[in-house]
């Protein structure tokens, strides 16, 4: 699904934090969004999300104009830093998420069918959590509240609930950086190598260069609201096309 931003502009009071932003993303590609904090990254993702309409501009998934379609029906799977489980809810029921259980919910009410329905879509809704739960190695803690679990498998909790879902791409804001160093490193191979499992397009924030290097095929340096480049890691190192990206891309995580 290709996913283009055009013209995207958006002020609140009188800061204009987002100033005519353009940026068009392939299927499958794994693109960041990297620049200092305040930069307006969020904003923009926000409004790829469907969380924030936008004063000026589009947004398209696959041709179809979504600028004022609501967050739910764009199939789009944001991941949030600060991972947003149900506390009460286990793993496994976190990542059958409300969604799904309203769907199972209204089939259940059918006359006649409806019961029958229900049970072989909650049978192939368990079947699908448990092979995101492999992928993500985190099989055996379904049953785990989420303050059972370390920072590291929460994160990957959150990441299995969004997989269930079959978004056409995954939105991440700093999923990573409430985790320690260690565990932030080991987790970038672990969302490339996610990346290249799924083959979905991922659109990534964050604020640290060097997440934005290992990790994605074309990097966006952002700053004042605007994209000053936008390509392939090594090309945006090795010839920046500012004073102000080499500054940003050069300077120490
Ligand atoms: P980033 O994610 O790059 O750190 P944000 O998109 O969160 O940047 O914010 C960009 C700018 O917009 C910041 O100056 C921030 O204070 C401001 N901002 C973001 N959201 C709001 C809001 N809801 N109301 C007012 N100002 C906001
Ligand atoms: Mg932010």
Do not use: W
């Amino acid at each position: 699904m290709q996913i283009s931003l055009s013209g995207i502009a958006k002020s609140f009071g009188t800061t204009a934090v987002l100033k005519g932003v353009d940026l068009t993303v392939a299927a499958g590609e794994f693109v960041t969004l990297v620049g200092p904090s305040g930069c307006g990254k969020s904003t923009l993702l926000r409004i790829l999300a469907g969380l924030e309409r936008p004063d000026g501009g589009r947004v398209e998934i696959d041709g179809r104009d979504v600028t004022a379609v609501r967050p739910a029906d764009r199939n789009l799977a944001m991941v949030f830093q600060s991972y947003a489980l149900y506390p009460h809810l286990s793993v496994e029921e976190n990542m059958m998420t409300p969604l799904k259980l309203r769907d199972l919910t209204r089939l259940q009410r059918l006359p006649l069918v409806g019961p029958l329905l229900a049970r072989q879509r909650y049978r192939a809704l368990r079947r699908q959590v448990r092979g995101a739960a492999e992928t993500l190695k985190i099989e055996d803690l379904l049953s785990r509240k989420p303050g059972q679990l370390s920072g590291g498998q929460r994160q990957r909790a959150a990441l299995g609930r969004a997989m269930v879902r079959n978004p056409v791409a995954f939105l991440m804001d700093e999923p990573l950086s409430n985790l320690d160093a260690a565990l932030r490193v080991h987790m970038r191979s672990e969302l490339s190598q996610l990346h290249r499992r799924l083959a979905t397009t991922f659109i990534y924030v964050t604020h640290d260069q060097a997440e934005a290097l290992t990790m994605s095929d074309r990097m966006a340096v952002m700053m004042h609201g605007a994209i000053l480049q936008l390509g392939p890691p090594d090309e945006i190192y090795n010839s920046p096309a500012s004073v102000e990206v080499a500054r940003f891309v050069g300077s120490p995580a």
